[in-house]
């Protein structure tokens, strides 16, 4: 299994770029959930979702689109980018909400 | 918000000794998980304590929880240099909104 993935590892864009970060999961997960991280801020909840075709907001879902066609894949799309959403993203899957969630290596955005 | 806050925000120890991680919350929980980050690594899940659960054990981890103060530690015995990580709390929480709430991690460094 090689568990959760993300793609890319590294991007740079300039303000006002789209891009869509990738994420897919071999463990047949139902829950899968987009995460960044900041420094000193641990890690904030931007889009989740439960199931394919069911998507809802985390905490900080302004400027992030997501969809969920199928079980595998959970794609994290940056509609206009901007400084502010510079940022380490990762991506997690587990079986329910409420058990152990796998993370992915992460994809180190800047936005100048 | 933060539901959960680690507490200290850095910790430094020698090889051999003990390490403590404590972890406080706002509201009543399901489950309270904690996590491991190497530095430019993904979160990777080492315990899960349900709120219905007092202590739990995996191999040198020890975890308790005490819902009445809403808090949980995290015990590291016999500390080892490969030790040196960030150690995150998450909470989900029982509004049944299903997410997990992470904390801003303690910063453990193991000295040889």
């Known amino acids: 299994n090689a568990g959760v993935t993300q793609t890319p590892k590294f991007q740079v864009l300039k303000t006002g770029q789209s891009m869509t970060l990738q994420c897919a999961q071999d463990?047949?997960?139902?829950?899968m959930s987009w995460y960044r991280q900041d420094p000193g801020m641990g890690l904030r909840l931007i889009h989740y979702?439960?199931?394919?075709?069911?998507?809802d907001q985390g905490e900080v879902p302004n400027g992030y689109n997501v969809s969920r066609s199928t079980t595998e894949d959970f794609p994290l799309r940056l509609l206009s980018a901007a400084p502010s959403q510079t940022s380490v993203y990762f991506c997690?899957?587990?079986?329910?909400?409420?058990?152990?969630?796998?993370f992915g290596p992460g994809t180190r955005l800047t936005v100048l | 918000s933060q539901q959960g806050e680690e507490d200290p925000q850095a910790l430094s120890i020698q090889e051999g000794e003990n390490a403590t991680m404590n972890c406080s919350y706002k509201?009543?929980?399901?489950?309270l998980q904690w996590y491991r980050q190497n530095s430019g690594r993904g979160l990777v899940h080492l315990i899960l304590?349900?709120?219905?659960?007092r202590e739990k054990h995996s191999g040198r981890l020890r975890v308790t929880l005490d819902t009445s103060k809403k808090s949980s530690s995290l015990l590291i015995t016999a500390s080892r240099a490969a030790d040196t990580a960030s150690y995150f709390c998450?909470?989900?929480?029982?509004?049944?909104?299903?997410?997990?709430?992470f904390g801003k991690g303690t910063m453990l460094l193991v000295s040889p």
């Open positions: 997690a899957s587990s079986r329910s909400s409420d058990s152990a969630q796998y």
């Open positions: 463990m047949n997960h139902e829950y």
């Open positions: 979702s439960v199931g394919a075709g069911i998507t």
């Open positions: 509201t009543s929980i399901n489950n």
């Open positions: 304590i349900r709120s219905n659960e």
């Open positions: 998450a909470t989900d929480v029982e509004s049944g909104y299903s997410t997990l709430t």
